[in-house]
């Protein structure tokens, strides 16, 4: 059965602190997303990894993709209260040439003025 | 922009009544997918489809069932209202194929059931 894994699943931190959530899956993939949600509102589209070792960066965000780990990272770098939100990483696995995609629970990120 | 419509943000239905949540995009996109999220479940899939006329049960799919006539219309059908499916529905699209483009969603309809 094909697992994604986020932890932690909450996160409370301060203004102005790194920190890392971390995405592991169980099958082998090379297409991973991130999204961002914030309070009652839907899904927005954060980040697209394609292949092994792929990096992108927006402001104080940044994902990485290990795809021989199984792992994939956002970083956040000195946190500001607005990064706020509940962050999803989702695996891209093949369907019979269809796209299917496997979310984690999620990880609530709480930021502290 | 991609857009994917969801009909009604808010509703409020009584039990046993038959609801229609509709979603439309504008993207040509093959693939369309109904979720529901729950506090503590994250997103669950109910039904996808890849194409016209034709659908996949996901993993929650009791309870529920869709229609997808057009290539841009997904509907989730509530054959008969239950409290236990008050939730936030969010409908979805993709290209599909490989693409790694992801999903883009719909605003969402938060559902409460009475």
């Known amino acids: 059965e094909l697992k994604v894994e986020q932890n932690p699943l909450f996160l409370s931190m301060q203004e102005g602190k790194n920190y890392t959530i971390y995405c592991n899956y169980s099958t082998t993939s090379d297409r991973l997303y991130w999204y961002r949600q914030d309070p009652g509102k839907s899904l927005e589209s954060l980040f697209v990894?394609?292949?092994?070792?792929a990096v992108k960066q927006e402001g104080r965000l940044m994902a990485s993709l290990d795809t021989k780990a199984r792992l994939s990272t956002l970083h956040i770098t000195a946190a500001v209260h607005d990064l706020s939100a509940t962050y999803f990483c989702a695996v891209d696995i093949d369907m019979n040439r269809d796209d299917k995609i496997i979310f984690g629970k999620g990880t609530r990120l709480h930021i502290l003025p | 922009d991609v857009k994917v419509t969801q009909s009604s943000r808010y509703l409020v239905k009584r039990t046993g009544e038959k609801v229609f949540l509709e979603c439309v995009q504008d993207m040509d996109h093959e693939n369309m997918f109904w979720y529901r999220q729950d506090p503590g479940l994250g997103l669950r899939l109910i039904y996808f489809?890849?194409?016209?006329?034709?659908?996949e049960k996901g993993d929650i799919p009791e309870g529920y069932s869709v229609s997808r006539e057009k290539k841009e219309r997904f509907s989730l059908i509530l054959e008969s209202a239950s409290t236990n499916q008050t939730s936030m529905y969010l409908c979805a699209s993709s290209f599909g194929t490989g693409f790694g483009y992801g999903y883009t969603f719909g605003s969402g309809t938060r559902l409460t059931v009475v």
């Open positions: 990894l394609l292949s092994n070792g």
């Open positions: 489809s890849y194409d016209v006329k034709m659908k």
